[in-house]
């Protein structure tokens, strides 16, 4: 998994293929996972620690470069050992190590195996302009973990951290990313991947699809738990008509990560060429390459806030805002006016303005062409069911009852 800065994530060139169901043989196995705005972290760090993430998301061309963005995320209660002692864990599809240790201590049970290799992860502090790396030394254990209501996995791997830095209120990661992301976290082996907590319930026999799913709903809540995971399938009550599925991207770095080809309209404008990015619910926001940035930025009529970062609009531009298209396959992915804004009732949970209209698209840094070109965070993620599929590397998205809500 990547741990990193402030506060708390096909193979084949195709078309996106309307997928028949990707159902478990006997009801999906779900875990509740909670969305929090980490406030602690101060009300400036979110678009610094997430900008943080994505820099060292785009120059990892291997995985080996874990960031974690701590300021926003979602959050899983899991339970390690045996009995269980749950840990909160940040929810991250941009990494793959499940470790704990950050805030609450490891507590060895009988289930507890220390297998004498100390596992290596880099972590990114300071801010976005001037990122420091240092390796944190973890001590590999592999343990019983035990997901929702009695789903049990024995003989995980858990990275123990002797020590961590810029983590607050959370206890480490459950990665879900792609297995090689685990590449070179082992110091002794480091050829030697780790299977993640996906593979493992696949292997143990505990569900029949190496798939993961993913359930957000929008909320103006600091802190609620509006989303699930479901491992081994999919849950038909959280989306709308079919899935349709898009082939993981052979352009790296993307394709290290869950990366996916899309291009971008803005009303009927492209603003983004098809092209490599990554889907991750570590990231907070939206982002795209400098010049569709600018090209957004310049048909929305918005300016740079001086406090957040973000761009913000007047009511009347916010009025005048045309949809946002992720031309995503053979399927459009609409992200409507509302859906392009940050949360009102959370703008001083960011140091912003209550009055003020922020949009949630950010500038990457780079311009198109550079192999990540975009980032789809969880504001993009809470208005779509989102299902990634290992065995068949592709990512398949719905639309869901909140795609065209206007809570925001």
């Known amino acids: 998994m990547f741990p990193a800065v402030s506060l708390l994530t096909t193979l084949l060139l195709a078309l996106s293929i309307a997928g028949s169901l990707v159902e478990v043989d006997t009801s999906p196995i779900t875990l509740p996972i909670a969305r929090r705005l980490n406030v602690s972290k101060g009300t400036t760090n979110l678009l610094q620690s997430d900008k943080a993430r994505v820099a060292a998301l785009k120059g990892s061309q291997t995985g080996s470069i874990p960031v974690i963005n701590d300021a926003a995320g979602y959050i899983a209660a899991v339970g390690v050992g045996s009995p269980a002692k749950t840990y909160n864990l940040i929810v991250d599809t941009g990494s793959s190590n499940t470790w704990v240790g950050a805030t609450t201590p490891y507590v060895k049970t009988s289930t507890s195996v220390n297998t004498g290799q100390p596992v290596s992860v880099i972590y990114g502090s300071g801010s976005f302009s001037g990122m420091a790396y240092n390796d944190i030394i973890r001590t590999e254990y592999t343990d019983t973990v035990t997901l929702g209501k009695g789903l049990i996995i024995t003989k995980q791997s858990i990275g ?142 918005a300016t740079v806030d001086s406090t957040t970062g973000l761009l913000v609009v007047s009511s009347a531009k916010y009025n005048a805002l045309k949809n946002l298209n992720f031309n995503i396959g053979s399927e459009t992915y609409v992200l409507t006016p509302n859906a392009q804004i940050w949360p009102r009732s959370l703008n001083t ?60």
């Open 160 to 301: 123990v951290a002797s020590s961590s830095t810029s983590f607050t209120n959370v206890d480490g990661i459950l990665g879900i990313g792609p297995e090689d992301l685990t590449l070179g976290s082992l110091i002794k082996s480091p050829a030697k991947t780790i299977p993640t907590i996906t593979e493992n319930l696949f292997s143990q026999g505990t569900i029949s699809q190496k798939v993961v799913s993913v359930s957000f709903r929008p909320t103006t809540s600091q802190e609620t738990t509006n989303g699930e995971l479901t491992f081994g399938g999919t849950d038909a009550t959280k989306y709308i008509g079919s899935i349709a599925y898009t082939p993981i991207t052979t352009t790296k770095p993307a394709s290290t990560y869950w990366g996916i080809n899309e291009s971008i309209t803005y009303g009927s404008t492209t603003i983004l060429s098809s092209t490599a990015g990554i889907v991750d619910t570590g990231t907070t926001f939206l982002y795209i390459a400098t010049d569709a940035y600018t090209k957004y930025q310049s048909a929305t009529g």
């Open 349 to 408: 949970h960011i140091g912003g303005s209550s009055t003020a209209i922020y949009l949630i698209v950010n500038d990457i840094g780079t311009p198109s062409g550079q192999g990540m070109d975009f980032v789809n965070g969880y504001t993009f993620l809470e208005r779509f069911y989102s299902v990634f599929d290992t065995a068949n590397s592709r990512v398949g998205f719905a639309k869901t009852s909140y795609t065209d809500a206007t809570t925001n």
